[in-house]
């Protein structure tokens, strides 16, 4: 991916990158996760950990903390949002609640305390550590999260860091998400992202930044078990007279599948395209295409085992690893049902809501 040009796709021009669109990377996404899901799958959560400091570093922090990424090798980044005990109450208002990642300033440093989960690619190729891992975090125990919560940048090697073992996922196999602990860890106060409080909007900000793409994923596990689905009844009788296509419920079975994946292609590709044309600003139609596209390969995925039958269910069936892999996208990088409550209900809610501007490339709050 590093020499194909990806990770250097992640970083502006003027840092040495050549970033490109939320709609170049949907594009990518849709034909890689096609083949195998891994591979996306590591690159966003590398634009996950660099997303921040591209969006609020200053020139300083961007020189230092993105030259790993546009030099050749294989550098690796990191976001630190989900708690050992969840994150979708990583907003709560109440400050006894939420994140409980803590960092308190002694002196020119600050002291980083706490434990994270699912930190995709934090723990490096080999277990030294991602080159840069952007840790959620409080820098006050008794303010809200609009005024405490802040990205703080941990770079490789730095002492009191430890991956406590891996996660082992039913899919996603090739996909490391371990547990991080921060023990007494010491950066310089410099490498604050932003001002106290704007951890909350890089947050949200970055998550929405990989919507489209996981639906555009969810389109490619879709084709390829559309591919599977329609190989197998174009050619199998299964001891019948006729092809199992030529049966009307199969084939109707197989329209609708067809016709979903083209709805969530143009879906996600609408929602990449918002994004760029809002500035990145976007919050409706990027997570609202994630929440369709995952929960809709779900089901298509499972209607593709419905045709083929009994058969898909091997412990070497494709359709099967397939369905492992995309049982994850409704769950991660914020599920599902926190995203629904925590941005597109808020979003409704709020006055002067406009329902059309997303068709006109607006932003609706």
Known sequence: MVDAGFVKGLIPVENGGHRFS????????????RVEINTPTIVLGTGLGTFPIITAGTPEQKERFLAPFVDGSPALAAIAFTEAAGGANFDHP????????FAVRDGDEWVINGRKAYTTNASGWDDDGADIISVVCRIDETKPPAESLAIIVVEKGTPGVTFSGI?????????????????????????LIGAPGDGLALTKGSFSWTCSSIAAAAVGK???????????????????????????????????????????RYFAW?????????????RELSNMSKIYNSELSVQ????????????????RAPLGDIMLDVLCLPIYDGGNMGVRRRHLHEMLRTPGYDPLAAAENRLSV
């Open 22 to 33: 939320n709609l170049q990377f949907a594009l990518a996404c849709e034909e890689l996760a």
């Open 94 to 101: 109440d400050p006894r609640y939420g994140v409980q990642t």
């Open 167 to 191: 996660i082992d996922t039913i899919g996603h196999l090739a996909t490391n998400s371990p547990y991080v602990d921060f023990v007494d860890v010491r950066v310089p106060v410099e490498n």
């Open 222 to 264: 879709m084709r390829r078990a559309f591919e599977i689905a329609y190989d197998f009844v174009s050619t199998e009788k299964r001891s019948g007279s006729v092809p199992v296509i030529d049966h009307q419920n199969a084939g109707y079975m197989l329209a609708d599948i067809k016709t979903r994946i083209e709805v969530g």
């Open 270 to 282: 609408k929602a990449a395209d918002h994004f760029d044309k809002t500035g990145g600003l976007d």
């Open 300 to 315: 298509t995925v499972y209607d593709a085992m419905r045709l083929v039958g009994v058969d898909s269910y091997g412990d």
